[in-house]
């Protein structure tokens, strides 16, 4: 094996090891979801709702207790792949500017990183599907699938993003919480009658919302829509795994020189937070 296929390897045993060692995410994403969908079915708002979906450029009439679910299921989606993420950036910043110091490829951790965001909100986004498909009659279980798994993408690239620029673990973690309720708040139907409203489709998880919606009530799919997720989707990871190459930039070995001395300023501040 070449080095640095042993490289990412190695970067991503890391990565397994730090997402497996995130109890709360995991008992939240075991846990909280099917709590979720039965509190929201025992509180639910009986009967139908009647709500304009952007995507199809129709109403559509679908029941209450469905819809409320599916928010929940997305909010709770999006909340969790942030969290996981931003908590994988930001705990081993320390830790991996070691490892760029000592030498170890920064490709193979931003590839390691990024495959570590993929397979945590695609087994999310499985495990949600599942339980909206066991807790009512779901029309299009992968597309709802699909559109799951990229609005975790989305959150799961701002989490990086975070984890990488912010100084404190609180303001990172509310930043994540507040942004997701805020964007799933608007866009609910039923906590929001105005949720037809043109300039939410500038929403981080305006795309996956609707094309999800449309896969849970409907028996029409809107790809476009899925793809507007994927855009914001690959612009919040790319930027997230960017900042995440700028700050270990001055820690990467010169190809002319020896190599490059940290600067003291990022060790300051977050040496205490930062634990390998």
Do not use: K
Not at 62 to 77: E, F, Y
Not at 236 to 265: E, K
């Amino acid at each position: 094996m070449s080095r640095r296929g042993a490289a990412f390897r190695t970067a991503l045993w890391f990565e397994v090891v730090g997402h497996g060692r995130n109890r709360l995410a995991i008992t939240l994403a075991v846990g909280f979801l099917p709590f979720q969908n039965r509190m929201f079915h025992a509180v639910a708002r009986p009967g139908e709702i009647r709500f304009r979906l952007g995507a199809l450029s129709r109403d559509v009439v679908a029941v209450a207790d469905h819809v409320n679910q599916l928010s929940g299921a997305l909010h709770a989606v999006t909340m969790i792949v942030g969290l996981t993420m931003f908590m994988a950036s930001f705990t081993t910043g320390a830790f991996d500017r070691r490892l760029v110091l000592a030498g170890f490829p920064r490709t193979s951790l931003v590839a390691a990183r990024f495959v570590g965001l993929c397979t945590v909100s695609a087994l999310l986004a499985l495990y949600a599907a599942l339980v909206q498909w066991l807790a009512w009659p779901v029309e299009r279980f992968w597309g709802m699938t699909l559109a799951l798994f990229v609005a975790g993408l989305v959150y799961g690239g701002l989490g990086i993003l975070l984890g990488a620029l912010v100084r404190g673990e609180l303001e990172g973690m509310f930043t994540v919480v507040m942004a997701s309720l805020v964007d799933m708040g608007l866009q609910n139907p039923i906590t929001n009658p105005a949720a037809d409203q043109p300039g939410l489709w500038a929403l981080p998880s305006y795309g996956p919302v609707q094309a999800a919606t449309a896969a849970g009530v409907t028996a029409t799919y809107p790809v476009a829509y899925l793809l507007l997720g994927l855009v914001w989707a690959v612009t919040a990871s790319a930027a997230g795994l960017l900042a995440f190459a700028v700050r270990t930039w001055s820690y990467a070995p010169s190809r002319t020189g020896p190599p490059r001395l940290p600067r003291q300023r990022e060790d300051g501040p977050r040496a205490s937070a930062d634990t390998p």
